[in-house]
């Protein structure tokens, strides 16, 4: 028989003491998480050392559509991994297969729609994300360098969480560091020996992407323990089957899809504010903060992902008592984490704005001055996340996409309108923050809330 240990750690989410289980599911978490947002900001340092500050922007631009399809794939890899963990809790293997499998084929269909829309009238696309005259080419080439890998980045983000499910936290991070390598290797090499610019940045992510997605499905093909694919029928009872299942998965997960929509308004809403106030280097320097910001998610989604087996399982086994002490990990864990990176933001913010831009352009001190303000929101938007990840793990849909809702829109707009009419510049970079504390104030109140209501 094949040896398919791939140092499986041994999780037993049903009697494992939850510390234990949540560090062994946290610190590869973390790690990969870290490699994966590594993505996003090679690309960033890359394309501002190559290009300059008008293709940071261009790729700023395209960067919400890139969330977009991020958004899909964690919103079924969420789901899935919420619905499976609880059938898996209560010994029905074949149903949690069956919803795996699920989950790919009709995610992936989604994609394909988004990329076939979206290759149709690229230039109408880039336009609509705000693309001015002065970045329309650039960003035409990197939205189309890009769409090749929204495929297999569907299949990373869904495969992340369940390889985790089936007990192989080190594996997931394994893809991500190997999808990292890549695509800094490809980065350095496509825009500048090459010299393909923005196109070469967006070519090399496709890459790495491809890469990533790859070893997704050769864990599940080759290695897999508990989670396989299920051949799916294609009878009418079967494919209402799977409507249904797909429904509940999206409910389950919409909330972390309404998380990277919430980050592509939040980078529309932003380019928008920034240029009409800023200009191009105004919108150069928040596409810093931009680049910033998916680390600030990794790490705290890595809190909410590492949490979430450990509660969906015990609240499927009906233990209160252990999702109680996991939620109380994961927000300590927050804290910790959010702490650390406003601290690294405040102390190494020139060094940090000085890897994307040279000090002479006008962009480059727009940032080293906004970037401690946005800088503010790590802790409040961590805790955030652990939240709405603890509520989606409990199949309370309406909790976590309310509260998405509210950090990610209903908040964040009227800052980015208000904020920089009362304060200034200062206001641009704040609005952000506030969002986060606001929604923060509101879970507070209403989780204790309820804690503190007599049980009748």
């Not at 969330?67 to 809790?89: D, H, Q």
């Not at 369940?162 to 394994?174: E, N, T, V």
């Not at 694919?229 to 997960?253: A, E, H």
């Not at 199949?395 to 800052?415: D, I, K």
Request: overall charge positive; aromatic content about 12%.
């Amino acid at each position: 028989m094949k040896n398919r240990n791939l140092d499986r750690d041994k999780l037993d989410l049903a009697n494992g003491k939850i510390g234990a289980l949540f560090r062994s599911l946290f610190f590869p978490t973390l790690v990969g998480m870290i490699f994966n947002s590594a993505l996003t900001v090679i690309d960033g340092i890359f394309v501002g050392r190559g290009v300059g500050a008008e293709g940071i922007a261009a790729v700023n631009i395209v960067a919400p559509l890139f969330m977009i399809g991020t958004g899909i794939g964690l919103m079924f890899g969420i789901g899935a991994s919420v619905v499976a963990s609880i059938r898996l809790s209560e010994n029905k293997q074949k149903a949690a297969r069956i919803i795996m499998t699920q989950a790919f084929a009709v995610g992936l269909l989604l994609i394909g729609v988004v990329c076939l829309a979206t290759l149709l009238s690229p230039r109408r696309v880039v336009y609509a994300l705000g693309c001015s005259p002065l970045l329309e080419t650039d960003a035409v080439h990197y939205l189309l360098g890009l769409l090749p890998g929204l495929f297999f980045l569907f299949i990373e983000c869904v495969g992340m969480m369940l390889i985790r499910l089936d007990g192989s936290p080190k594996y997931a991070m394994s893809i991500q560091i190997a999808a990292a390598v890549v695509n800094i290797v490809l980065d350095w090499y496509m825009v500048f020996p090459l010299g393909w610019g923005v196109l070469g940045a967006a070519v090399a992510t496709s890459i790495a992407c491809i890469v990533g997605g790859t070893m997704v499905l050769v864990y599940f093909l080759r290695f897999s323990v508990q989670l396989k694919f299920y051949r799916l029928k294609l009878s009418v009872t079967s494919l209402l089957l799977t409507l249904r299942n797909t429904g509940y998965m999206v409910r389950i997960g919409f909330a972390t899809f309404l998380t990277e929509v919430a980050m592509s308004v939040m980078m529309l809403t932003g380019n928008y504010m920034f240029m009409r106030l800023l200009g191009e280097d105004g919108v150069a320097a928040f596409a810093i903060a931009c680049y910033l910001f998916p680390i600030v998610f990794s790490i705290s989604n890595a809190v909410a992902q590492s949490a979430q087996p450990i509660i969906s399982f015990n609240y499927g086994a009906r233990r209160p008592e252990r999702i109680d002490r996991t939620l109380r990990i994961a927000l300590f864990t927050a804290v910790v984490c959010g702490v650390s990176v406003t601290a690294c933001l405040w102390t190494c913010r020139s060094g940090i704005v000085g890897l994307f831009l040279s000090p002479q352009e006008g962009a480059y001190a727009l940032a080293v001055e906004g970037l401690p303000l946005f800088a503010l929101c790590a802790v409040f938007f961590a805790l955030n996340i652990s939240f709405i990840g603890y509520y989606q793990s409990i199949e309370n849909a309406f909790a976590s996409t309310l509260y998405t809702l509210l950090r990610g829109v209903l908040f964040l707009v009227p800052c980015f309108l208000l904020l920089p009419r009362w304060l200034g510049t200062p206001g641009l970079w704040l609005a952000i923050p506030a969002a986060e504390l606001s929604t923060n104030l509101v879970i507070f109140a209403r989780y204790l809330r309820g804690r503190l209501r007599p049980t009748p």
